[in-house]
C-alpha cells in the first residue's frame, strides 16, 4: 500500500496566523493521464470527513478561499492563509492514485 | 440537496456479519459520474478505505479485507450495502458511506454510524 505521512502530527496554531501541514507519499501519485490524485479532508470534532482540496489544488464548493494546495509528485501541502475558530479538527491527506486508497495519520489542528 | 444515511446494527457479535446500508438521496445512485464506498475509522484513530462500488456492480475492496467484504448495490432502492464477516474487536469502528469522485467537486460523506464488536 501507499504509505502517506503527514507532519507535524499536532499543530497548535495562534487565530489569525497561518497553517500549514505536509504531506509525503511513498510514491508518485502522478497517473499516466496527467493528473495527481491527491485529496485533503477536514475532520471536525464529532463531524464526518469533509474534502477540502481534490487533485492537489482544486477546492471543492464551499471551501473558504484560505484553504490551498499545492505540490506534485510525492509532496504536497495544505495551507490555511488565516486560522479561523472553525478551522479546529484534524486534517487527512488522501491518495487516489493507487488502490487501496490511503490516507495519512491526521494533523490536530488547535487554537493556542 | 445530496444526503447519504449509514444504517444498521450499532452491536455485532464476534464471528458474526456486519451489514450495513447506505441510502441515498438527493441523486441517483445509477449516475455515471461517481462511485460509492465505504470508509471506517476506529475511535479516535485514522481512517480506512474499505472499498468502492460503481453503479454497474464493478467493486473494488481493500486486500487488507477483501476476504471478508462483500459491497452491494440495489438501484431499485438507490442504496448499496457494505458486509464484513467473521468480524473481531478490530473491526469496531464508526463506518462511513461515501459519494466519491477524484477529479471534480461532489465527495460527499454520510454522518457515520458506530459499530461495536462484542460478546
Known amino acids: 500500500d501507499v504509505v502517506m505521512t503527514q507532519s507535524p502530527l499536532s499543530l497548535p496554531v495562534t487565530l489569525g496566523q497561518p497553517a500549514s501541514i505536509t504531506c509525503r507519499s511513498s510514491q508518485s501519485l502522478v497517473y499516466s493521464d496527467g493528473n495527481t490524485y491527491l485529496n485533503w479532508f477536514q475532520q471536525r470534532p464529532g463531524q464526518s470527513p469533509r474534502r477540502l482540496i481534490y487533485e492537489v489544488s482544486n477546492r471543492d464548493s464551499g471551501v473558504p478561499d484560505r484553504f490551498s494546495g499545492s505540490g506534485s509528485g510525492t509532496d504536497f501541502t495544505l495551507k490555511i492563509r488565516r486560522v479561523e475558530a472553525e478551522d479546529v479538527g484534524v486534517y487527512y491527506c488522501?491518495?487516489?492514485?493507487?488502490?487501496?486508497?490511503?490516507f495519512g495519520q491526521g494533523t490536530k489542528l488547535e487554537i493556542k | 440537496q445530496l444526503q447519504l444515511q449509514e444504517s444498521g446494527p450499532g452491536l455485532v457479535k464476534p464471528s458474526e456479519t456486519l451489514s450495513l446500508t447506505c441510502t441515498v438521496s438527493?441523486?441517483?445512485?445509477?449516475?455515471?459520474?461517481?462511485?460509492w464506498g465505504w470508509i471506517r475509522q476506529p475511535p479516535g484513530k485514522g481512517l480506512e478505505w474499505i472499498g468502492t462500488?460503481?453503479?454497474?456492480?464493478?467493486?473494488y475492496y481493500n486486500p487488507s479485507l477483501k476476504s471478508r467484504v462483500t459491497i452491494s448495490v440495489d438501484t431499485s432502492k438507490n442504496q448499496f450495502s457494505l458486509r464484513l464477516s467473521s468480524v473481531t474487536a478490530a473491526d469496531t469502528a464508526i463506518y462511513y458511506c461515501a459519494r466519491h469522485i477524484l477529479t471534480a467537486d461532489g465527495d460527499s460523506w454520510g454522518r457515520g454510524t458506530l459499530v461495536t464488536v462484542s460478546s
Open positions: 488522501m491518495q487516489g492514485r493507487f488502490w487501496p486508497y490511503t
Open positions: 438527493g441523486d441517483s445512485i445509477s449516475s455515471s459520474t461517481y462511485y
Open positions: 462500488i460503481y453503479y454497474t456492480g464493478i467493486t
